[in-house]
């Protein structure tokens, strides 16, 4: 069987698990894995499990304008555009398909604006990492304890300051050690 023929039958399910295998293989993390799988699938869903060659460019704008009808953000179909796309790279690069996702314009959005925090904050946030909220004890003086997981707490918070990193990248830090 020729590859043009071999690739007519190749169904979107099908195409998902040797994409995910392909792209597993590749070393992608596993969330970028689970985040292509979650979109990839609802498209499935959406679009009904038919041939690859089968797809038009306009059932990928009626996917993507589907999640922001359904109330999603125009972010999540965004993503959803991402994975569909990086899948038709594979199709494209694997056998040969059109890559009809470049027919389709990316769904627009703004990155949220994100505030820098003051040297006063930073502060603050180092002290509540290094010390307990002041006690307000009946007959004796306020006080606050020293936290025993101030030293640790103080480090990731530094981390994050210093790196950008997100506080799920670094979460995933013991995993990774």
């Given at each position: 069987?020729?590859?043009?023929?071999?690739?007519?039958?190749?169904?979107?399910?099908?195409?998902?698990?040797?994409?995910?295998?392909?792209?597993?293989?590749?070393?992608?993390?596993?969330?970028?894995?689970?985040?292509?799988?979650?979109?990839?699938?609802?498209?499935?869903?959406?679009?009904?499990?038919?041939?690859?060659?089968?797809v038009k460019p306009q059932d990928i704008r009626?996917?993507?304008?589907?999640?922001?009808?359904?109330?999603?953000?125009?972010?999540?179909?965004w993503t959803a555009y991402v994975a569909l796309?990086?899948?038709?790279?594979?199709?494209?690069?694997?056998?040969?398909?059109?890559?009809?996702?470049?027919?389709?314009?990316?769904?627009?959005?703004?990155?949220?604006?994100?505030?820098?925090?003051?040297?006063?904050?930073?502060?603050?946030?180092?002290?509540?990492?290094?010390?307990?909220?002041?006690?307000?004890?009946?007959?004796?003086?306020?006080f606050v304890m020293k936290r025993p997981a101030?030293?640790?707490?103080?480090?990731?918070?530094?981390?994050?300051?210093?790196?950008?990193?997100?506080?799920?990248?670094?979460?995933?830090?013991?995993?990774?050690?």
């Amino acid at each position: 069987m020729s590859r043009e023929l071999q690739s007519t039958y190749l169904s979107l399910s099908s195409a998902l698990t040797g994409f995910l295998l392909a792209r597993d293989a590749a070393g992608y993390s596993p969330r970028t894995l689970e985040t292509y799988e979650l979109y990839i699938k609802q498209f499935i869903e959406f679009a009904k499990d038919r041939p690859v060659n089968e797809v038009k460019p306009q059932d990928i704008r009626a996917f993507l304008a589907h999640i922001v009808e359904s109330g999603r953000t125009v972010r999540t179909a965004w993503t959803a555009y991402v994975a569909l796309s990086s899948l038709w790279s594979w199709l494209n690069e694997e056998f040969g398909f059109p890559h009809i996702v470049r027919h389709v314009q990316a769904p627009k959005y703004q990155d949220p604006v994100i505030e820098i925090l003051s040297e006063d904050d930073v502060r603050k946030l180092l002290k509540a990492a290094e010390y307990t909220s002041e006690a307000d004890t009946v007959g004796r003086r306020r006080f606050v304890m020293k936290r025993p997981a101030a030293r640790r707490d103080i480090a990731i918070i530094l981390v994050l300051l210093d790196t950008g990193l997100r506080a799920g990248e670094v979460g995933r830090f013991s995993r990774i050690l």
